[in-house]
């Protein structure tokens, strides 16, 4: 029976997540957010901590809600709408990683932690190359008797200076492998990025000479792209749930400001320069729903097209909110470039989104590569 | 969330596919709208549909009494999605199907309905629109074609335009003003008009395709019963929108536009130019992916918008946004080939070295059709703005 939509359950959700972070995260908490050292709001995840989001996904016996990927991108895309700050995304991968492929130990040690609310988790993959290729990493794990040395450095990294758990894609002799490293370890260096978006902390990681025991490793050494693979396709389900959200809100804040706005002794929503540019804008958004829908219900229903459809996901989802977000400022006119006036937090997150996780050209090309074009 | 079909939805899907196996023409494949105007081609068309309908695989959704199955929407749903697949050829009487039928059945009378549908169904009868009229195209409710009471009759004067079919067509569904004082939305009535009156004159037209896929239609003193009024006196406006919604449905065809694209892949891989396929130059690649990705769009939310439908969900702009969508997407994929085509795509039909018969420079001026009639994207721009984001009205003279 063909059924593409929302149960009762995750509708429900999705109506107390908005409720909830209409009421918990408006943009006075945003830009207050801002110019915290740290990036996040302690009361806001300490709530959303208490709601089991933190967990999401994780099985009921660790201590998690047990669901799965798309109500994540429910979320998600409530947290985008809200241009909610912090590293919620980076916990989850790490979370989702640990899931797959951590050890016992690894799991005890993490999890409780990061269901908490308290230890954030991050993901550093990138470097200077900015190659999204799972097995681009130079930064180099040597082995030691009782574990690895880690030396390199990791850039544009979500979520850092804040978060205390860094999973760092690395190159052992065997080949691509990931290892769990504590930011409080002696030898890692982070450096926060300046970047244009408010909302957001994007940092740089140093590794000189840092000691990962044995259970730094997680997974099979010489086989970190596969799961890396994997965490990279979620990570863009994730970020293409939170530009679907974010989409949404410029959209409507567009449309509030045409209905609302004089010009000429009319509304400027009365004219078809405007209507007719609301209208694009809605037919580029609403359809969007759909690609994360099917993304997050691959990644967990339907392994073989999860790739596939995480790559169209992303690759329409961030262009498609940049480019949203650039016509609501056009439709506010001047105000729309005020510092003051709140749109420009979405229209700068907008650009991380676009290229966070692979941008648009590299999904394409890959969505081609697998297609066999 | 589900996407794969119930044992009895694939049981159903295999007798479908088993049977438009055995009984799709091979000589009609992929047949279109255009080609009918020859009365052989014409008699196969109809032929077609009568064999489709005897198969019980036309307008499922149907009351029972009215030929139909009353069956749900999936039914029909993958019986479409077969016909494509199988390439069967178009149905010719789909205006009636799709346009004339639900509106009886919603708003016409007991003897209109027992008099139309069952030749609506079988081919019997082929039916034409008359909306549009030279000074009456986006502004349809502008129209002033009119109809005036004497007896038991109206007396139809005017001209309508753009009207496909009518050139074989053996009625015509037709908005006519009935009171010239009324606002112009409301002296509007709809008109069931039988295409052998006297005093009706049918000008074929030929579009840019080269085809007479259209016509003009002038009215002359034409005799139409008051029997033939569909919903009422000056509520044609209303009975006429419905029949809106249920055309921009049709044009939404998800699995034509997927074989659309596999063609143009197909195209890509195997056509280039200095002996390199089109598929391996990396901006090709770009917008060969962005076009998947507004395919499997549209496919994902056909999906979504057929769950809203089988949950009763109101629709809403769906329409509208459907027609924006598919009909700009048809026009790309097209427009694509031709530029993957380079020297070889303004190439006619029946050049020695025309690619895939021609198809793509046709398909690319036909599409540009469609983006215009039903409804130009403009319009529809106009329905999503207002009906859908609520944007303030259009100022319009009273």
């Not at chain 1, 939509?5 to 408006?26: I, T």
Request: net charge positive; glycine share 10%; with cysteine.
């Amino acid at each position: 029976m063909i059924d593409f939509g929302l149960s009762e359950e995750q509708e429900a959700l999705q109506r107390a997540a908005r409720e909830f972070l209409g009421r918990e995260c408006p943009p006075a908490l945003v830009r207050e957010t801002a110019n915290t050292p740290d990036g996040i709001p302690g009361a806001l995840y300490a709530k959303m901590a208490e709601l089991g989001w933190m967990g999401l996904v994780v099985p009921e016996a660790e201590g998690g809600l047990g669901l799965g990927v798309l109500e994540l991108a429910l979320v998600l895309e409530e947290l985008g709408r809200v241009a909610a700050p912090g590293p919620f995304l980076g916990s989850q991968l790490v979370t989702a990683a640990l899931l797959r492929a951590g050890t016992r130990t690894q799991r005890r040690t993490w999890l409780p932690r990061l269901l908490a609310g308290e230890t954030f988790g991050a993901l550093a993959y990138l470097e200077e190359s900015d190659t999204h290729d799972p097995a681009g990493s130079t930064l180099r794990a040597r082995r030691t008797r009782d574990g690895y040395r880690l030396n390199g450095r990791k850039l544009f990294v979500l979520g850092l200076p804040g978060a205390h758990v860094v999973l760092v894609a690395a190159r052992t002799p065997r080949g691509p492998s990931l290892f769990l490293v504590e930011a409080a370890t002696p030898g890692v260096r982070l450096r926060p990025a300046e970047t244009i978006d408010l909302t957001r902390r994007v940092g740089e990681v140093e590794l000189r000479d840092v000691a990962a025991g044995r259970d730094g490793l997680l997974g099979r050494e010489g086989e970190g792209a596969n799961l890396l693979t994997r965490l990279l396709d979620l990570g863009a389900v994730g970020i293409a749930a939170d530009s679907l959200g974010g989409a949404e809100r410029v959209l409507e804040m567009a449309v509030e400001y045409a209905k609302a706005r004089e010009q000429f002794g009319r509304k400027i929503g009365s004219f078809q320069a405007i209507k007719h540019m609301a209208a694009e804008m809605a037919a580029d958004v609403e359809p969007t729903r759909s690609l994360v829908w099917y993304a997050a219900y691959a990644s967990d229903h339907r392994p073989r097209e999860a790739a596939r459809a995480a790559a169209i996901a992303k690759a329409r989802l961030g262009e498609v909110y940049s480019r949203t977000a650039e016509r609501s400022v056009q439709i506010h006119g001047g105000i729309g470039f005020t510092w003051e006036h709140d749109l420009h937090l979405w229209f700068k997150r907008a650009r991380w989104n676009q290229v966070a996780f692979g941008d648009p050209t590299f999904h394409r090309e890959r969505l081609a590569t697998i297609d066999g074009y | 969330m589900d996407l794969t079909y119930s044992p009895a939805e694939r049981t159903f899907q295999h007798a479908v596919r088993t049977w438009l196996k055995r009984n799709v023409p091979k000589r009609q494949r992929d047949e279109r709208p255009m080609e009918w105007g020859d009365p052989r081609r014409l008699a196969q068309a109809k032929a077609w549909q009568r064999r489709v309908y005897e198969a019980g695989y036309l307008a499922l959704a149907w009351p029972a009494e009215y030929g139909g199955q009353g069956a749900d929407v999936m039914r029909q749903t993958i019986v479409n999605e077969e016909m494509v697949r199988a390439r069967a050829p178009g149905l010719i009487g789909l205006m009636g199907v799709q346009m004339v039928g639900p509106t009886l059945i919603q708003h016409g009378t007991e003897v209109q309905r027992r008099r139309h549908l069952p030749k609506i169904l079988t081919a019997e009868e082929i039916w034409c629109q008359g909306y549009s009229e030279p000074g009456a195209g986006s502004d349809l409710a502008s129209l002033r074609t009119r109809a005036e009471r004497d007896g038991d009759d109206f007396v139809v004067n005017g001209q309508k335009v753009w009207t496909s079919n009518a050139q074989f067509a053996d009625w015509m569904f037709c908005l006519v003003r009935t009171d010239p004082e009324a606002r112009k939305h409301a002296g509007i009535s709809y008109l069931l008009i039988d295409m052998k009156s006297p005093g009706i004159t049918v000008r074929p037209l030929v579009q840019m395709t080269g085809d007479a896929g259209f016509n003009e239609v002038f009215f002359e003193d034409v005799r139409v019963p008051q029997a033939n009024l569909v919903g009422g006196l000056n509520n044609g406006w209303q009975v006429a929108n419905a029949t809106l919604a249920h055309e921009r449905n049709m044009l939404g065809a998800t699995t034509r536009t997927q074989q659309t694209f596999q063609s143009l892949v197909r195209l890509a891989r195997t056509h280039g130019r200095g002996g390199r396929p089109a598929s391996a130059d990396p901006v090709v690649r770009q917008q060969l992916a962005d076009l998947a990705i507004r395919v499997e769009t549209m496919k994902l939310e056909a999906y979504r918008q057929l769950t809203d439908t089988l949950r009763g969900r109101p629709s809403g702009i769906a329409a509208s946004l459907n027609k924006l969508i598919t009909t700009e997407l048809n026009h790309d994929l097209a427009r694509t080939a031709l530029d993957i085509l380079g020297s070889y795509g303004p190439l006619g039909r029946r050049d020695a070295r025309v690619r895939d018969r021609g198809i793509w420079p046709l398909d690319y001026m036909f599409s540009l059709g469609l983006i215009i009639g039903g409804g130009t994207s403009q319009i529809q721009k106009n329905i999503i703005a207002e009906r859908g984001l609520g944007l303030p009205r259009e100022v319009r003279p009273a």
